[in-house]
């Protein structure tokens, strides 16, 4: 089996739409996500696998540094957008990664017209950009399980107070 270099799954908006066009072509469902991905953590890691079980193709549309800095602050990001889309497209989960500079994913998200919009479940799901353009063509919009505990944000604040991150544990029954 021939394993795709991770840099090669990172595409321009229209390598994306030509790569989900040929996918469509051949009968496959397209599932699409979109986030920062700054210290990628076993939440990303299980939502991205999550997202991917629902159809054929993942694609991950990645906040550029610039829309990054506007959504989340001026310390943000961390790790810069093209070591974020070669870490995520390593992941044998997703097929391609698109970076988008807007604010939010919708020209993109409108641009590949997935079957499946998927977003993390700490997202409510009006407030899911994409959401009404997703139902319209017929697409559904799912939300994803979170891991309790794990968030970039969390990671980073203990970081800065010198705190080192909790591992998520699981609750189990008494023995």
């Known amino acids: 089996m021939r394993v795709a270099k991770a840099r090669t799954k ?36 299980r939502s991205l696998e999550q997202a991917r079980a629902q159809g054929d193709r993942l694609v991950v549309a990645l906040n550029t540094d610039a829309s ?14 093209r070591q974020r889309a070669e870490v995520l497209a390593a992941l044998g989960c997703v097929d391609f990664v ?20 998927a977003k993390g479940g700490d997202w ?26 794990v968030r970039t944000t969390l990671i980073a604040e203990k970081r800065k107070s010198g705190r080192r991150p909790r591992a998520a544990s699981r609750r189990r029954g008494k023995s």
């Not at 989900?20 to 986030?35: D, H, I, K, S, Y």
């Open 10 to 45: 990172v595409l321009t908006r229209a390598a994306a739409v030509r790569a989900v066009r040929a996918a469509r072509r051949r009968g496959e469902r397209v599932v699409f996500t979109n986030g920062c991905f700054d210290l990628l953590h076993v939440g990303h890691v």
């Open 98 to 117: 698109v970076l988008f500079a807007e604010a939010t994913p919708l020209a993109t998200l409108e641009a590949l017209r997935p079957d499946v919009l």
């Open 124 to 149: 409510a799901l009006d407030a899911i950009v994409g959401r009404a353009e997703v139902e319209s063509w017929g697409g559904r919009v799912l939300r994803l399980r979170e891991v309790p505990g």
């Open 68 to 81: 990054v800095r506007r959504n989340k602050g001026p310390g943000r990001p961390i790790v810069p957008a």
